[in-house]
């Protein structure tokens, strides 16, 4: 079936994605920083436009380092012996990613420093934003936590299995989200009840563990309910 196909071809890029961060300690750096960076400009108030450029940003960045670890594999495989030609195909993919990473430092300096230098003179404030906005931000940090979890426990498929389970975790941050954006109880209890199907789904079809559905409900959860407390 089509939906099948698209989630095998999900499951193939995710793990790509994954294979890259497990082998290359410079793309978790990149992973860390990019949820560390979003997660300030949010505290600093930063505008939607300036978000927009950090975010775009930082994918460049994350894209530069998966297309340099792509063509490291790609010479080891044309060219298994140590060669002139293949260091320097490494040697310039390596300085794609150091011009984009430099760039983008400039462009981070750039726009966060005023914000830093005004908080240190007027003092920290935490920075309120919109009920949809915090969502959004809950989402990515959730999928950006359970990507470095599952990398660093090295265990499981991105989409099935492994230690936490991505599902539960996104199902109930959508269970939160969803609790504080419409404030309804009813919907409450219904999206709850879907996260807790969701969640079975993944023991039932053995695809994970009940500790890895609880690590997974409890990460997505918490990490929502925290960021609305913080934000809203």
Request: with cysteine.
């Amino acid at each position: 079936m089509p939906f099948r196909q698209w989630l095998r071809s999900a499951n193939c890029a995710i793990e790509g994605i994954l294979q890259a961060a497990k082998t290359q300690r410079h793309l978790r750096y990149h992973f860390l920083t990019a949820a560390f960076v979003l997660l300030l400009s949010y505290v600093l108030g930063v505008s939607r436009t300036e978000i927009l450029i950090i975010a775009l940003s930082v994918i460049a960045v994350l894209l530069a380092e998966m297309f340099n670890t792509a063509i490291e594999v790609i010479v080891d495989i044309v060219s298994p012996e140590k060669t002139e030609k293949a260091r320097i195909a490494k040697d310039i993919a390596a300085g794609a990613v150091l011009i984009t990473a430099f760039g983008v430092a400039v462009i981070g300096f750039i726009i966060l420093f005023p914000y830093l230098k005004d908080s240190f003179q007027t003092g920290l404030t935490v920075a309120k934003h919109s009920k949809e906005e915090i969502a959004l931000i809950a989402f990515i940090l959730v999928v950006i936590l359970v990507v470095i979890t599952k990398v660093y426990l090295g265990k499981g498929l991105p989409l099935r299995g492994g230690m936490p389970s991505g599902h539960a975790a996104l199902a109930f941050a959508a269970w939160v989200a969803t609790t504080y954006l419409t404030e309804h109880f009813t919907a409450s209890i219904l999206s709850f009840v879907i996260a807790v199907l969701i969640a079975q789904s993944r023991i039932v079809t053995k695809a994970h563990t009940i500790w890895e559905v609880v690590l997974g409900s409890l990460m997505g959860a918490s990490v929502t309910f925290l960021l609305f407390r913080i934000f809203s």
